[in-house]
C-alpha cells in the first residue's frame, strides 16, 4: 500500500510540474519572443523596432465590449497590423489588403470573421480544426467570404467574390421556392436562416462520405454536411423531395461558401454599413422564386419530388391571354391553397414592391401584338379567316358570329355592331382583349392570323349588303318620302325624327346645308364617324341612301354653295388662345369632343375640308349651340378671318397626337346614371356592369377599348338579333323595353366611366346548373384534376384560394382555349378538342365549381 501511494504521489508530482512548465512557458509567450526576432530582420525603423523590443511578453487580447466576448488571437499574430510583416511567415504575417483599415480588431476582434474559439491560448484549440466537440472551427481559404454575410448584403461590391458567385446560382436555381432565409421564400424545405449553426450531432454528411468531405473541408462537420446536402440532395434522407438539380463540384463549392454564411449574427445594428439596395428585376424575383415549379421561362413542370404535381405554365400564351393583374397578384400574394404554393405576400415574405414585379415580367412574357400598319400590309384572307374563327371564336361567338342560346360571348354579326367596327377597331379588341371577360388578347395568333381573322369579319358588311339588296330595298329615282321612313328607321335615333338633332349634331340648319353637298353627306352616312356614335352604312343599298340625303336636303330650299379646296395657314400660337376661350368648352381642351363635335379626331377631318370647317366657324349652325364667330354676323363673340384661320391651324395640330386623345368625352352625372343604370341596364349587364346575359360592359377591358359614341351608338340602335333592344324609341320594330332621354344616356355613360367602377369591378354574373355540372365535370374534368378539383397531378380548382382568385370568365376563358403544349385541351364546341361542350354547359360546370367553395 505505501509503494502504490508513493508511485501514485510522485506521478501527481511530475503533473504538476508538467503543468507548470507549460503554465509558465506557454505558446504565446514562445510566439512573442520568434516576433521580436522577426521584427530585427523585417523592420529597419529604429523607432518602430524599439517600440516592439521594449513590449513586455504578456498575454494580448481584444475585449469586444459591443459583441461580448473576448480574442486573445492577436497574442501569437503580433504583427497583423504592422505594414513590414506583410512578407513574414506566421502566425506573424500582416493582414492581407486593407480590410483591417475599416475593421480594426480592437472594434471587431478576429473570430466575428474568421470564427473559432477566440478565448484559448493554445494554437490546436483557438482553431480547433479537428478538435473534437468544436462546432465552430476556424474558417480558412474563401468560407472566411461566409461571415460577410454577417453585415453586408451586396457581396460582389466588397470582394467576396466566391460568396457572391455561390449566391447567384442559390438564387438562379430557385432555391428559395422551398427553403425561407430571414422570413422569405417556400415552406417545403427547411428554413435556412441558421443553417450554419446547426448541431455537428444533428446535422452531418452521410457515412459513405463523412471521411472525404472533414478531409476536404478540415474536419468542419457542419461545412460538409451543407456540401453534401447541395451536391447530392438525395443523400439524406434518400426520399428528399428537394430537387436535384445536378450541380457540378464547380457549382456546389460556391453555394456552400454561401450557406455557410447563414448564421445568427451577433453584430451590433450601429456597425452595419448603410449600402445601396440591390436592384432586383422581375425576371431575377422569378427566377429566385418562381422558378422551380412553374419553369425557367415559364413553361411550367413536372415534378416527381411532389409526386409527379405539375407546375402551372404561367409563360403559356393562352393563359397570359386571359390572367389579368388582379387574379395574378391575388394568387401570388394569398396562395392557390393547394399546399405547395406559398402565400408570398404574407408567409413567403415578399413585399408588393417585389410582387409588382414578378407581375409585371409574367405579363412581359406574353407575345407583343403586331402592329396594326403590319396587319394592314398582311391584308388578310377572308377564307382562311372564316376557319381561325370557326376554331378559335365560334364557341364563345356562335359559328357564323350570329345569335345562339346562352353564348358566353356577344354576337358579332349583326347591322348595329358591323356598322360601328373599323379594321381598327377589330385590331384593338382582338389584340387587347377585353380584361375582366372571357375574351383573350388574341397577340399569340400572330399577324398574318390576325389580318385574316378581320377580313373575315369585315366580310359580314358585303353580306349585309347583299341582304339588303334582296330584300328589295330601294328604286328607282330618289324620293324624299322614302328617305324620311329610312332616316326615321336608321338615323333618328341620334338626329331626331324631323332631323332637329339630339346625340347626334342637327343636319337641317340653313348654314350647313348651303354647304354640305350630296357627296359630303353620302360620304358620311356610308364611312360614319369614327370614335363617335355615328355608324358606317355602308350595307344600305346606294338608293336607300341616296333617298336618305334627300330628305335631308329637302330642308333647304335655297342655293347650295361650292367650296373650293384651300389649305389654310395660319397662327398656330394665336390660335391656340382663341381656341381656349372661344372653342374648347364644347369642343374638349384638344378637340375630342363634348357638347360640339369631336373637331380635333381624324375621322373629323378625313370626310372634311377646311374651307367647310372655316364656313361652320364663321357662320355657326341655327338651331345648335354653334354660333357665328366673325365680326358683324351677330354672334356671342366677334373675331376677325384671320382668326379664324388661326384657331383653325391650332385645331390642326391635334391630329399629331390623336392617340393621346381619351376615348371618353360626354360630361354627365355619375349619381344620376348609376340608379337610371341600375333600373334599365342592370337586369343583363349586372348592376354595376360587371356582366350578366349581357357583356360587361362596366369593366375596363371594354371601357378603355371603345369611346363614348360607341356606348350611345349601341344604346340607340340596339343589336338585331339579340336582347339588346334600343333604347330611344326609334326603333323600327317598336320593341324597345324603355326610353332613354340624351341627358340619361350621358349620365349612364358617366357612370360607367367614374373611377369607382373601374377599381372595384364585382364579378361577372353566371347562370348556370350546378347538379349537371356536376355530373360534366365527373365526365370531363376529374380524370385530371381529380374528385372534387383536388388530389390529382394537375392543378387543384377545388380549393377556396384559387376559386376565390379566379373570375368565371377567366374559368370561362380557359376551357374554352385550353393550353396549347399542355394536357389542357380545348372543351367548348368547335374547338376540336377532346370534346365539345356547349356554352350552357361550360357555365353548368363552373357554377359546380363555385358550390365546392362554400
Not at 445568427?264 to 445601396?276: C, R
Not at 358570329?401 to 377597331?425: C, V, Y
Not at 379626331?601 to 377646311?610: A, D, H, L, V
Not at 349587364?685 to 360592359?697: F, K, Q, V
Amino acid at each position: 500500500m505505501r509503494k502504490f501511494f508513493a508511485i501514485s504521489s510522485i506521478a501527481a508530482l511530475l503533473l504538476l510540474l508538467i503543468a507548470a512548465f507549460i503554465n509558465i512557458r506557454p505558446e504565446w509567450k514562445y510566439y512573442q519572443r520568434q516576433y521580436k526576432k522577426v521584427a530585427r530582420e523585417k523592420i529597419k525603423d529604429e523607432a518602430i523596432l524599439k517600440i516592439i523590443l521594449d513590449k513586455d511578453i504578456s498575454l494580448e487580447q481584444n475585449y469586444i465590449s459591443s459583441f461580448g466576448k473576448v480574442d486573445r488571437c492577436v497574442a501569437c499574430h503580433l504583427g497583423i497590423e504592422n505594414p513590414f510583416m506583410s512578407d513574414a511567415p506566421q502566425p506573424f504575417t500582416a493582414h492581407p489588403g486593407n480590410l483591417l483599415k475599416i475593421h480594426p480588431t480592437e472594434k471587431y476582434g478576429c473570430t466575428v470573421c474568421h470564427e473559432g474559439q477566440g478565448i484559448a491560448t493554445k494554437t490546436r484549440d483557438a482553431h480547433g480544426i479537428g478538435v473534437p466537440y468544436v462546432e465552430r472551427p476556424m474558417l480558412t481559404g474563401p468560407f472566411v467570404q461566409s461571415s460577410c454575410l454577417k453585415c453586408h448584403e451586396n457581396l460582389r461590391d466588397i470582394g467576396a467574390d466566391v460568396a457572391a458567385r455561390g449566391e447567384k446560382i442559390f438564387r438562379e436555381k430557385g432555391c428559395q421556392n422551398c427553403h425561407k432565409i430571414k422570413g422569405v421564400g417556400g415552406h417545403l424545405g427547411p428554413d435556412l436562416t441558421l443553417i450554419s449553426d446547426a448541431s455537428i450531432y444533428l446535422k452531418h454528411a452521410t457515412e459513405p462520405n463523412l471521411h472525404e468531405y472533414l478531409k476536404r473541408f478540415k474536419g468542419n462537420y457542419n461545412t460538409a454536411f451543407i456540401y453534401e446536402s447541395v451536391l447530392l440532395p438525395k443523400a439524406q434522407p434518400p426520399d428528399s423531395a428537394m430537387v436535384d438539380f445536378h450541380l457540378t463540384e464547380a457549382e456546389a463549392f460556391p453555394v456552400t461558401v454561401y450557406l455557410k454564411g447563414m448564421t445568427k449574427s451577433n453584430v451590433p445594428s450601429s456597425y452595419i454599413p448603410v449600402e445601396a439596395q440591390k436592384e432586383e428585376t422581375g425576371r431575377e424575383l422569378f427566377m429566385e422564386f418562381c422558378s422551380v415549379c412553374h419553369g425557367r421561362d415559364g413553361e411550367g413542370t413536372k415534378l416527381p419530388e411532389l409526386g409527379n404535381k405539375i407546375g402551372p405554365a404561367i409563360g403559356n400564351q393562352q393563359f397570359l391571354a386571359i390572367a389579368d393583374r388582379a387574379m395574378l397578384e391575388y394568387i401570388i400574394t394569398n396562395s392557390k391553397g393547394s399546399g405547395s404554393m406559398p402565400a408570398w405576400g404574407t408567409a413567403g415574405g415578399l413585399d408588393r414592391e417585389r410582387i409588382e414585379k414578378i407581375i409585371n415580367y409574367i405579363k412581359s412574357l406574353r407575345v407583343p401584338s403586331p402592329t396594326y400598319q403590319e396587319i394592314i400590309e398582311a391584308g388578310g384572307n377572308p377564307q382562311y379567316g372564316a376557319e381561325l374563327f370557326m376554331a378559335n371564336c365560334s364557341g364563345c361567338h356562335g359559328f357564323d358570329g350570329k345569335h345562339e342560346i346562352d353564348l358566353i360571348g356577344p354576337t358579332l354579326n349583326n347591322a348595329q355592331l358591323l356598322s360601328m367596327s373599323t379594321p381598327r377597331f377589330w385590331y384593338d379588341t382582338l389584340t387587347k382583349g377585353r380584361e375582366g371577360t372571357a375574351m383573350p388578347a388574341w397577340s399569340f395568333l400572330g399577324g398574318e392570323q390576325l389580318a385574316d381573322i378581320i377580313s373575315y369579319l369585315n366580310s359580314w358588311k358585303a353580306e349585309l349588303y347583299e341582304a339588303g339588296k334582296a330584300n328589295g330595298r330601294g328604286g328607282a329615282g330618289t324620293s324624299v318620302a322614302n328617305g324620311k321612313e329610312y332616316f326615321k328607321m336608321n338615323c333618328a335615333g341620334c338626329h331626331g325624327i324631323n332631323a332637329e338633332g339630339k346625340i347626334g349634331p342637327s343636319l337641317k340648319s340653313p348654314e350647313f346645308l348651303r354647304v354640305a353637298s350630296r357627296g359630303y353627306l353620302k360620304k358620311v352616312i356610308t364611312e360614319g364617324r369614327e370614335e363617335t356614335a355615328m355608324p358606317a352604312f355602308s350595307y344600305l343599298q346606294p338608293q336607300v341612301i341616296s333617298d336618305i340625303v334627300s330628305y335631308i336636303k329637302s330642308f333647304y330650299a335655297g342655293p347650295e354653295k361650292q367650296l373650293p379646296y384651300i389649305k389654310i395657314r395660319g397662327s398656330e400660337y394665336n390660335g391656340e388662345k382663341i381656341y381656349k376661350r372661344i372653342c374648347a368648352q364644347c369642343h374638349g381642351i384638344r378637340g375630342q369632343g363634348g357638347v360640339g363635335p369631336g373637331i380635333g379626331r381624324n375621322g373629323f377631318w378625313k370626310q372634311t375640308s377646311e374651307a367647310f370647317i372655316k364656313e361652320m366657324a364663321i357662320y355657326g349652325r341655327s338651331g345648335t349651340q354653334m354660333r357665328a364667330n366673325l365680326v358683324g354676323k351677330g354672334g356671342l363673340v366677334e373675331i376677325s378671318e384671320i382668326d379664324i384661320e388661326d384657331t383653325i391651324a391650332y385645331i390642326r395640330t391635334f391630329l399629331d397626337d390623336e392617340e393621346s386623345l381619351n376615348p371618353a368625352f360626354i360630361d354627365g352625372d355619375a349619381q344620376f346614371g348609376k340608379e337610371r343604370f341600375e333600373r334599365v341596364c342592370g337586369q343583363c349587364h349586372g348592376r354595376s356592369g360587371e356582366g350578366g346575359i349581357g357583356p360587361a360592359i362596366g369593366k375596363s377591358g371594354f371601357l378603355n377599348s371603345v369611346t363614348d359614341g360607341f356606348i350611345e351608338a349601341m344604346a340607340v340602335r340596339g343589336r338585331d338579333g339579340t336582347e339588346m333592344r334600343s333604347f330611344t324609341g326609334t326603333s323600327a320594330t317598336g320593341d324597345e323595353l324603355a326610353r332613354l332621354e340624351e341627358k340619361e344616356l350621358a349620365n349612364i355613360i358617366a357612370y360607367l366611366r367614374r373611377s369607382a367602377v373601374l377599381t372595384d369591378p364585382k364579378p361577372k354574373l353566371l347562370v348556370g346548373t350546378p347538379i349537371t355540372g356536376k355530373m360534366l365535370f365527373e365526365r370531363n374534368c376529374a380524370q385530371c384534376h381529380g374528385e372534387e378539383g383536388r388530389n390529382s397531378f394537375a392543378p387543384e380548382l377545388g380549393n377556396a384560394k384559387f376559386l376565390a382568385a379566379a373570375s368565371d370568365s377567366y374559368l370561362q376563358a380557359t376551357m374554352a382555349l385550353g393550353r396549347h403544349q399542355t394536357l389542357m385541351k380545348p372543351m367548348i364546341r368547335g374547338g376540336s378538342g377532346v370534346v365539345e361542350l356547349t356554352s350552357h354547359e361550360v357555365n353548368d360546370i363552373i357554377s359546380y365549381l363555385r358550390t365546392l367553395n362554400k
